[in-house]
C-alpha cells in the first residue's frame, strides 16, 4: 500500500463521521467554504474543481454533493437530472444536516416548484431554526405563493434574530398589512420610527430627511391611516410629514381625500386647485373629485337633498371600487358623463368651469371639453320639464365654436371625441320603484341609438352646414349664431379664409360621424373625396380600412391599409394595424413579413423575438386565423405562448420581493402585489384561455380522425387501383411532412448545440464545448403536435377553474364553464346548472336575456338530466330547472314566450337566430315557419345587427333547406346594411 492510500485511510479514520454532521478536516473545511465562494460568484468551473477534491477524500460527504448538484444545474443546463440525483444523494448521506435540506430547497426553487421548497426550507429549519439565510429565502417563497400567515411569522423571527435592520421592520409591517392588520402594521412602523429618532445606525436615520425613502414610507404609513377611515389622523400626519414628503402630487391628492371626507370642502377645492396649478389639468380623475366637493359644498350650505356625491369619490383606496371601475368606467368619466344631474347642479358647475377655471386655464382640453356635457344635460332636463332655456342657443354655439376650432387645426380624433355626447339614459335593473338617484348614463355603442340620438342629428347638420360654407365661401360659418358674435365674424370673414385642408378635416370628421351611425356608404364617399384631396394622408387610408371591415371587405379594408402603410413606412402604429388586418383576412404568411419590418431579427428568428418581446396581440390574433383555418395544433401553440408569458410574469415578481423592501418603494410594491393577484384576470390571458378552451372542446366534439383506408369490396378494378394510388400518394406525402419537420427539428438542435454558453465562458474563463443551448420554446414542438395529445376536457377543466377563480365577473367565464361542464357528463349537471346561473346573472339587463346563454339554457333543459341522478341531485334540479325556465311549464312553452317577447325591436338579431333555431327545434313551428320569424324581423332599427350575426343566419336558413326566396331576402337585407359584404 502507498503512502499516499494509507494517509488518505488514516483521514478517513481519524472522521468516521464526516458527511453525517461532523465537521471536515480545516483542508477540505476551507475548500468547501471557496466551494460555496464560487458558487455564490456564479463561478461555477471553479466550485466543482473544490467539490470533487473535497469528494476525493470524502465521496459520501453530504454537504459537498448537495453543493456540487446545485453548481452543476447551473453549470450545465442539459445536466439537470444529474444535479437532482447528486443533491438526492448527499440528503441521503446526510438527513440531519441543514445545508442539504437548503440546497434541495433552492433546487426546486430553480425548478419553479415551490411548494417542495417550502418544505425543505422548513425542515432545514427544525435543524437549525435561527439560520437568517434559510428564514430569509422561506419569507420570499412564502410571500411569491401567497402564504400570508406563514411570511407574516417568518418575517417576525427575521426581526428578533435582527432587529437592528430597516429592510427587516419593514417587511414586518407589509405583511401584517397583507394579512388585513392594519393597526398592527401602523404599530409596526410607530415602533420602528421611534428607535429612529432613539438613534439607529445612518442608513436608518436617513429616513427622517427629505429625501425619497423617507417620502415613500411616510406616504405609505398616510395609506394606512387612510384605508382605516381616520381621516383626521392621516391629514394631521401629512401636515407634520410636509417637510420630508416629495411627492407633491400624491401629497396635495392625499390631502384633498382626507378634507373631502371631513367634510371641508372649501379647503378641498383649494387643494385641488393646487394640482391643477402644477398643470394635472386633463386628469379627469381630479374633474371628477372637484365636482364631488362643489356639489357637497352647495348640499352642505344650503342643505338640499341632492345626489350621494360622496360615492362619486374616486377612492383609490378601495380595491373593490378599482374593479368596477376599470369594468365599467372609462378614464375620462366624470359624474358629468355617468349620472344624471339636477338643472341647479349642472348650472353650478357651469358656471365655475366657465367663470373661474376656464380663464385660469385656457389651454386645458378637459376645461374646454366638460362644459359641453354640462349644457347638454341642462338642455335634456329642460326638455323634459318641458320648459324654454337659452341654454339651448349656449350648446349649439359653444359647440360651434369647439368643432370649428379643431377642423381648423387639424384634429383626426374629433368624431370620437365629439361620440362621448351621445348618451343614453339607462337605469339599474331592481324589483323596487326606481329612482332618480339611480339612473346613469351610457355612451351610445349601437348605430340604432345613435342614429335616433338629437345630439348625432344636431352634429350632422352641423357638419353639413360647414361643408356647403366651404363650398361656396371657403369658410366654416357665415351666418353668425348671436348678435354678440356679429361684428367678430363679420370682420373676420372679410379678410381671412380657411385653409383647404379644412374642407379636408370637414370631409374626414363626418365619415367617422357616419361610422358610428352605421351608415357606411356615406362614410366611404366622403373618405374617396378625402383621398381625392389629399393622397397623401396616412389618417384617411386608416379609417378607410375600418369603414371597409365594417361594411363587409375584409380585401378592400387590406387594400386600403396597406397602401397607408406604404405612405409612411417608419409608422410603426399603421405598421402594426396593417398585420392586424392581414391576420383578420387569413394571411399569416404576408402579416409576418409587415411585422418583421419593424423587428431587428435575424432572418427566420422573426417568431422567436416575438415570443421574447412578449407580443401578445400578434400571437392572439395569429392563434385566432389558425383556428379559422382549422389549424387547431399550431392555434393552440400560440395560445400556449400567451400563456407562457403570463407565467412568465407571474415569476417575475420574484426579484421584487427583497429588491422593493431594500429600496422601499412600499407603495408600487403593493399595487404590484395587487396587480400581480389579478394576473389572471388580463384581457390577453382571458382571451387565451378561452381560445384553448375552444379549441379542446372542439377537438372533443370532433376528435382527429386516423388515415383509415377506404373500402375496396365495393369497387371494381379500375377503382380499385386509382383508390389505391391516391392512398399511397397521401400516405407519401404525410411522411414527406413528417420527415421535414423532423428535419427542421434535427437542424435546430445541431445548430444550438455548436453554440457555446457565453454565460460559462464569462463566468469561468473558458469554453465549454459539450454544454448544449437548450432548444428555444418556438423550436420545440413547433407545430403543436404535443398538445393535441393532451387530454382535451382535461385542459378545458383547467383553464374554465382558472377563469371562474380569478375572472368571475365575465360572461365568457360562466358560458364556456358551462360548456366544458355538461360535456365532462351528467355528474357535473350541478356545475353546470351553477354556471348558467351565474351567467343569467351577469347577463340580466333591460334588453331581455342574452342569446348565448338562451341557447344554453334551452341545451340544459333539452338533456335527459335527471336520469341515473342521485335522489338528493334529482331534487335539486327538479327544483331549480323551473327557475332558470321563467316557470314555464315546458321547454316549449319557454321558447314559444321567447318568442313572443321577441317581436319588439329592442330585441338584438343574435337573441332573434337563437329564438328561430329553439322554435324549429323545440317549439311549436316548423323550420319554414321558423325561418319566416327570423327572415321578417329584418335588420333594419334592430339593435346588434353584425357582419357576423348576419352570416350565422344566413347559415342557419341553408342548413334548413328553406325557400330560395327567403334567403335572397335575407341577403338582400343584408348587403343593403353592409354593401362591400363578401362571402365567406
Same mark, same amino acid.
Given at each position: 500500500?502507498?503512502?499516499?492510500?494509507?494517509?488518505?485511510?488514516?483521514?478517513?479514520?481519524?472522521?468516521?463521521?464526516?458527511?453525517?454532521?461532523?465537521?471536515?478536516?480545516?483542508?477540505?473545511?476551507?475548500?468547501?467554504?471557496?466551494?460555496?465562494?464560487?458558487?455564490?460568484?456564479?463561478?461555477?468551473?471553479?466550485?466543482?474543481?473544490?467539490?470533487?477534491?473535497?469528494?476525493?477524500?470524502?465521496?459520501?460527504?453530504?454537504?459537498?454533493?448537495?453543493?456540487?448538484?446545485?453548481?452543476?444545474?447551473?453549470?450545465?443546463?442539459?445536466?439537470?437530472?444529474?444535479?437532482?440525483?447528486?443533491?438526492?444523494?448527499?440528503?441521503?448521506?446526510?438527513?440531519?444536516?441543514?445545508?442539504?435540506?437548503?440546497?434541495?430547497?433552492?433546487?426546486?426553487?430553480?425548478?419553479?416548484?415551490?411548494?417542495?421548497?417550502?418544505?425543505?426550507?422548513?425542515?432545514?429549519?427544525?435543524?437549525?431554526?435561527?439560520?437568517?439565510?434559510?428564514?430569509?429565502?422561506?419569507?420570499?417563497?412564502?410571500?411569491?405563493?401567497?402564504?400570508?400567515?406563514?411570511?407574516?411569522?417568518?418575517?417576525?423571527?427575521?426581526?428578533?434574530?435582527?432587529?437592528?435592520?430597516?429592510?427587516?421592520?419593514?417587511?414586518?409591517?407589509?405583511?401584517?398589512?397583507?394579512?388585513?392588520?392594519?393597526?398592527?402594521?401602523?404599530?409596526?412602523?410607530?415602533?420602528?420610527?421611534?428607535?429612529?429618532?432613539?438613534?439607529?445606525?445612518?442608513?436608518?436615520?436617513?429616513?427622517?430627511?427629505?429625501?425619497?425613502?423617507?417620502?415613500?414610507?411616510?406616504?405609505?404609513?398616510?395609506?394606512?391611516?387612510?384605508?382605516?377611515?381616520?381621516?383626521?389622523?392621516?391629514?394631521?400626519?401629512?401636515?407634520?410629514?410636509?417637510?420630508?414628503?416629495?411627492?407633491?402630487?400624491?401629497?396635495?391628492?392625499?390631502?384633498?381625500?382626507?378634507?373631502?371626507?371631513?367634510?371641508?370642502?372649501?379647503?378641498?377645492?383649494?387643494?385641488?386647485?393646487?394640482?391643477?396649478?402644477?398643470?394635472?389639468?386633463?386628469?379627469?380623475?381630479?374633474?371628477?373629485?372637484?365636482?364631488?366637493?362643489?356639489?357637497?359644498?352647495?348640499?352642505?350650505?344650503?342643505?338640499?337633498?341632492?345626489?350621494?356625491?360622496?360615492?362619486?369619490?374616486?377612492?383609490?383606496?378601495?380595491?373593490?371600487?378599482?374593479?368596477?371601475?376599470?369594468?365599467?368606467?372609462?378614464?375620462?368619466?366624470?359624474?358629468?358623463?355617468?349620472?344624471?344631474?339636477?338643472?341647479?347642479?349642472?348650472?353650478?358647475?357651469?358656471?365655475?368651469?366657465?367663470?373661474?377655471?376656464?380663464?385660469?386655464?385656457?389651454?386645458?382640453?378637459?376645461?374646454?371639453?366638460?362644459?359641453?356635457?354640462?349644457?347638454?344635460?341642462?338642455?335634456?332636463?329642460?326638455?323634459?320639464?318641458?320648459?324654454?332655456?337659452?341654454?339651448?342657443?349656449?350648446?349649439?354655439?359653444?359647440?360651434?365654436?369647439?368643432?370649428?376650432?379643431?377642423?381648423?387645426?387639424?384634429?383626426?380624433?374629433?368624431?370620437?371625441?365629439?361620440?362621448?355626447?351621445?348618451?343614453?339614459?339607462?337605469?339599474?335593473?331592481?324589483?323596487?320603484?326606481?329612482?332618480?338617484?339611480? %339612473?346613469?348614463?351610457?355612451?351610445?355603442?349601437?348605430?340604432?341609438?345613435?342614429?335616433?340620438?338629437?345630439?348625432?342629428?344636431?352634429?350632422?347638420?352641423?357638419?353639413?352646414?360647414?361643408?356647403?360654407?366651404?363650398?361656396?365661401?371657403?369658410?366654416?360659418?357665415?351666418?353668425?349664431?348671436?348678435?354678440?358674435?356679429?361684428?367678430?365674424?363679420? %370682420?373676420?370673414?372679410?379678410?381671412?379664409?380657411?385653409?383647404?385642408?379644412?374642407?379636408?378635416?370637414?370631409?374626414?370628421?363626418?365619415?367617422?360621424?357616419?361610422?358610428?351611425?352605421?351608415?357606411?356608404?356615406?362614410?366611404?364617399?366622403?373618405?374617396?373625396?378625402?383621398?381625392?384631396?389629399?393622397?397623401?394622408?396616412?389618417?384617411?387610408?386608416?379609417?378607410?380600412?375600418?369603414?371597409?371591415?365594417?361594411?363587409?371587405?375584409?380585401?378592400?379594408?387590406?387594400?386600403?391599409?396597406?397602401?397607408?402603410?406604404?405612405?409612411?413606412?417608419?409608422?410603426?402604429?399603421?405598421?402594426?394595424?396593417?398585420?392586424?388586418?392581414?391576420?383578420?383576412?387569413?394571411?399569416?404568411?404576408?402579416?409576418?413579413?409587415?411585422?418583421?419590418?419593424?423587428?431587428?431579427?435575424?432572418?427566420?428568428?422573426?417568431?422567436?423575438?416575438?415570443?421574447?418581446?412578449?407580443?401578445?396581440?400578434?400571437?392572439?390574433?395569429?392563434?385566432?386565423?389558425?383556428?379559422?383555418?382549422?389549424?387547431?395544433?399550431?392555434?393552440?401553440?400560440?395560445?400556449?405562448?400567451?400563456?407562457?408569458?403570463?407565467?412568465?410574469?407571474?415569476?417575475?415578481?420574484?426579484?421584487?420581493? %427583497?429588491?422593493?423592501?431594500?429600496?422601499?418603494?412600499?407603495?408600487?410594491?403593493?399595487?404590484?402585489?395587487?396587480?400581480?393577484?389579478?394576473?389572471?384576470?388580463?384581457?390577453?390571458?382571458?382571451?387565451?384561455?378561452?381560445?384553448?378552451?375552444?379549441?379542446?372542446?372542439?377537438?372533443?366534439?370532433?376528435?382527429?380522425?386516423?388515415?383509415?383506408?377506404?373500402?375496396?369490396?365495393?369497387?371494381?378494378?379500375?377503382?380499385?387501383?386509382?383508390?389505391?394510388?391516391?392512398?399511397?400518394?397521401?400516405?407519401?406525402?404525410?411522411?414527406?411532412?413528417?420527415?421535414?419537420?423532423?428535419?427542421?427539428?434535427?437542424?435546430?438542435?445541431?445548430?444550438?448545440?455548436?453554440?457555446?454558453?457565453?454565460?460559462?465562458?464569462?463566468?469561468?474563463?473558458?469554453?465549454?464545448?459539450?454544454?448544449?443551448?437548450?432548444?428555444?420554446?418556438?423550436?420545440?414542438?413547433?407545430?403543436?403536435?404535443?398538445?393535441?395529445?393532451?387530454?382535451?376536457?382535461?385542459?378545458?377543466?383547467?383553464?374554465?377553474?382558472?377563469?371562474?377563480?380569478?375572472?368571475?365577473?365575465?360572461?365568457?367565464?360562466?358560458?364556456?364553464?358551462?360548456?366544458?361542464?355538461?360535456?365532462?357528463?351528467?355528474?357535473?349537471?350541478?356545475?353546470?346548472?351553477?354556471?348558467?346561473?351565474?351567467?343569467?346573472?351577469?347577463?340580466?339587463?333591460?334588453?331581455?336575456?342574452?342569446?348565448?346563454?338562451?341557447?344554453?339554457?334551452?341545451?340544459?333543459?333539452?338533456?335527459?338530466?335527471?336520469?341515473?341522478?342521485?335522489?338528493?341531485?334529482?331534487?335539486?334540479?327538479?327544483?331549480?330547472?323551473?327557475?332558470?325556465?321563467?316557470?314555464?311549464? %315546458?321547454?316549449?312553452?319557454?321558447?314559444?314566450?321567447?318568442?313572443?317577447?321577441?317581436?319588439?325591436?329592442?330585441?338584438?338579431?343574435?337573441?332573434?337566430?337563437?329564438?328561430?333555431?329553439?322554435?324549429?327545434?323545440?317549439?311549436?313551428?316548423?323550420?319554414?315557419?321558423?325561418?319566416?320569424?327570423?327572415?321578417?324581423?329584418?335588420?333594419?332599427?334592430?339593435?346588434?345587427?353584425?357582419?357576423?350575426?348576419?352570416?350565422?343566419?344566413?347559415?342557419?336558413?341553408?342548413?334548413?333547406?328553406?325557400?330560395?326566396?327567403?334567403?335572397?331576402?335575407?341577403?338582400?337585407?343584408?348587403?343593403?346594411?353592409?354593401?362591400?359584404?363578401?362571402?365567406?
Amino acid at each position: 500500500m502507498s503512502s499516499s492510500q494509507s494517509n488518505q485511510n488514516q483521514t478517513i479514520a481519524n472522521h468516521p463521521q464526516a458527511g453525517q454532521g461532523r465537521p471536515l478536516p480545516k483542508k477540505e473545511g476551507d475548500l468547501f467554504k471557496n466551494l460555496v465562494k464560487h458558487y455564490e460568484g456564479k463561478q461555477y468551473k471553479k466550485a466543482m474543481k473544490q467539490a470533487d477534491l473535497i469528494l476525493k477524500k470524502f465521496p459520501q460527504h453530504g454537504e459537498t454533493l448537495a453543493m456540487k448538484g446545485l453548481t452543476l444545474y447551473y453549470f450545465s443546463t442539459a445536466r439537470h437530472e444529474e444535479a437532482h440525483s447528486l443533491v438526492k444523494s448527499g440528503l441521503r448521506n446526510d438527513m440531519r444536516s441543514h445545508v442539504c435540506w437548503h440546497v434541495y430547497g433552492l433546487l426546486h426553487r430553480a425548478d419553479r416548484n415551490y411548494g417542495e421548497a417550502i418544505k425543505c426550507y422548513k425542515q432545514a429549519l427544525r435543524i437549525d431554526k435561527d439560520n437568517l439565510q434559510i428564514l430569509r429565502d422561506l419569507g420570499l417563497l412564502q410571500i411569491q405563493m401567497r402564504d400570508l400567515r406563514g411570511f407574516v411569522i417568518t418575517r417576525n423571527s427575521i426581526l428578533s434574530l435582527k432587529p437592528t435592520l430597516q429592510p427587516n421592520w419593514l417587511a414586518f409591517m407589509l405583511a401584517k398589512q397583507l394579512v388585513g392588520e392594519t393597526e398592527g402594521a401602523l404599530q409596526v412602523i410607530d415602533i420602528y420610527l421611534d428607535t429612529l429618532k432613539n438613534g439607529g445606525d445612518s442608513s436608518s436615520i436617513e429616513l427622517l430627511e427629505r429625501n425619497y425613502a423617507p417620502s415613500e414610507l411616510q406616504l405609505y404609513k398616510n395609506g394606512l391611516l387612510v384605508s382605516l377611515g381616520r381621516w383626521e389622523d392621516a391629514l394631521a400626519h401629512l401636515k407634520d410629514m410636509e417637510h420630508c414628503i416629495v411627492d407633491r402630487g400624491t401629497y396635495w391628492w392625499n390631502t384633498s381625500t382626507c378634507l373631502f371626507r371631513l367634510e371641508r370642502y372649501e379647503d378641498c377645492l383649494s387643494t385641488l386647485n393646487q394640482l391643477w396649478e402644477r398643470g394635472m389639468t386633463e386628469d379627469y380623475r381630479l374633474h371628477a373629485a372637484y365636482m364631488c366637493a362643489v356639489l357637497q359644498n352647495k348640499k352642505k350650505k344650503e342643505e338640499n337633498d341632492y345626489d350621494a356625491c360622496r360615492d362619486w369619490w374616486p377612492d383609490n383606496n378601495s380595491k373593490k371600487k378599482q374593479q368596477q371601475q376599470a369594468t365599467s368606467s372609462g378614464a375620462m368619466d366624470t359624474p358629468a358623463t355617468t349620472h344624471v344631474l339636477t338643472i341647479d347642479q349642472c348650472q353650478i358647475l357651469l358656471d365655475l368651469y366657465q367663470k373661474e377655471l376656464l380663464p385660469k386655464h385656457p389651454k386645458s382640453l378637459a376645461m374646454q371639453r366638460i362644459p359641453l356635457t354640462l349644457m347638454l344635460q341642462i338642455v335634456w332636463n329642460n326638455e323634459n320639464d318641458n320648459k324654454e332655456s337659452s341654454m339651448k342657443v349656449n350648446l349649439s354655439e359653444n359647440l360651434d365654436q369647439y368643432m370649428r376650432k379643431r377642423l381648423n387645426k387639424g384634429v383626426p380624433s374629433l368624431a370620437h371625441d365629439l361620440s362621448s355626447l351621445l348618451l343614453i339614459k339607462t337605469k339599474k335593473s331592481s324589483n323596487n320603484e326606481e329612482k332618480e338617484e339611480s %339612473s346613469r348614463y351610457e355612451r351610445a355603442c349601437d348605430p340604432v341609438d345613435v342614429v335616433r340620438h338629437s345630439q348625432y342629428q344636431q352634429i350632422l347638420q352641423m357638419l353639413n352646414e360647414y361643408l356647403s360654407n366651404l363650398e361656396k365661401h371657403s369658410q366654416l360659418t357665415t351666418t353668425p349664431t348671436s348678435a354678440d358674435v356679429a361684428v367678430i365674424i363679420d %370682420s373676420q370673414s372679410k379678410q381671412q379664409k380657411e385653409p383647404p385642408s379644412t374642407m379636408f378635416w370637414t370631409w374626414f370628421c363626418r365619415a367617422g360621424w357616419y361610422e358610428l351611425a352605421g351608415q357606411y356608404s356615406l362614410a366611404l364617399g366622403d373618405l374617396d373625396r378625402c383621398i381625392d384631396h389629399t393622397p397623401t394622408a396616412v389618417d384617411v387610408y386608416e379609417l378607410r380600412a375600418r369603414v371597409s371591415h365594417k361594411a363587409g371587405s375584409l380585401s378592400q379594408a387590406v387594400e386600403s391599409i396597406d397602401k397607408g402603410r406604404s405612405l409612411d413606412l417608419q409608422d410603426r402604429y399603421m405598421n402594426n394595424q396593417t398585420t392586424r388586418y392581414l391576420l383578420w383576412n387569413n394571411d399569416p404568411a404576408t402579416a409576418l413579413e409587415r411585422i418583421s419590418l419593424f423587428l431587428s431579427a435575424k432572418e427566420g428568428a422573426a417568431i422567436q423575438t416575438l415570443y421574447d418581446m412578449q407580443c401578445s396581440w400578434y400571437e392572439l390574433e395569429l392563434a385566432a386565423c389558425l383556428a379559422r383555418q382549422k389549424q387547431h395544433s399550431k392555434a393552440l401553440k400560440q395560445y400556449a405562448a400567451v400563456l407562457s408569458h403570463f407565467d412568465d410574469i407571474h415569476e417575475d415578481q420574484f426579484d421584487f420581493h %427583497s429588491y422593493c423592501i431594500r429600496k422601499v418603494t412600499l407603495r408600487a410594491y403593493a399595487d404590484v402585489l395587487n396587480w400581480e393577484d389579478m394576473l389572471w384576470n388580463q384581457a390577453y390571458y382571458r382571451e387565451a384561455a378561452e381560445g384553448t378552451i375552444r379549441i379542446y372542446l372542439h377537438l372533443h366534439k370532433n376528435p382527429p380522425q386516423q388515415f383509415i383506408e377506404p373500402d375496396y369490396s365495393g369497387m371494381t378494378a379500375a377503382e380499385k387501383k386509382r383508390a389505391k394510388a391516391i392512398v399511397r400518394k397521401q400516405k407519401k406525402a404525410a411522411e414527406k411532412k413528417k420527415a421535414a419537420a423532423a428535419a427542421v427539428a434535427a437542424a435546430a438542435v445541431a445548430a444550438a448545440s455548436k453554440k457555446t454558453d457565453v454565460n460559462n465562458i464569462k463566468n469561468n474563463n473558458n469554453n465549454n464545448h459539450n454544454a448544449k443551448k437548450k432548444l428555444h420554446p418556438t423550436e420545440q414542438d413547433m407545430d403543436g403536435e404535443e398538445l393535441l395529445k393532451k387530454n382535451a376536457l382535461e385542459e378545458c377543466k383547467k383553464y374554465s377553474a382558472i377563469l371562474s377563480k380569478y375572472a368571475p365577473s365575465y360572461l365568457n367565464t360562466w358560458l364556456l364553464q358551462y360548456d366544458v361542464s355538461i360535456h365532462r357528463g351528467p355528474n357535473k349537471s350541478l356545475m353546470a346548472l351553477q354556471a348558467l346561473f351565474k351567467a343569467r346573472k351577469l347577463a340580466r339587463g333591460e334588453q331581455g336575456e342574452h342569446p348565448e346563454v338562451f341557447s344554453r339554457t334551452v341545451d340544459f333543459c333539452s338533456r335527459p338530466i335527471l336520469n341515473d341522478q342521485p335522489e338528493v341531485v334529482k331534487q335539486v334540479l327538479q327544483h331549480q330547472i323551473p327557475i332558470i325556465l321563467n316557470h314555464a311549464t %315546458s321547454l316549449s312553452d319557454y321558447v314559444n314566450n321567447q318568442a313572443t317577447k321577441s317581436s319588439s325591436s329592442t330585441t338584438s338579431l343574435s337573441m332573434r337566430i337563437a329564438i328561430a333555431q329553439a322554435l324549429a327545434k323545440y317549439g311549436d313551428k316548423t323550420t319554414q315557419e321558423a325561418a319566416k320569424f327570423l327572415v321578417q324581423g329584418g335588420v333594419e332599427q334592430v339593435r346588434g345587427v353584425t357582419i357576423e350575426a348576419c352570416r350565422m343566419a344566413l347559415k342557419t336558413l341553408m342548413d334548413w333547406n328553406v325557400d330560395d326566396s327567403l334567403i335572397r331576402e335575407w341577403k338582400a337585407l343584408a348587403e343593403n346594411q353592409f354593401p362591400l359584404l363578401e362571402e365567406e
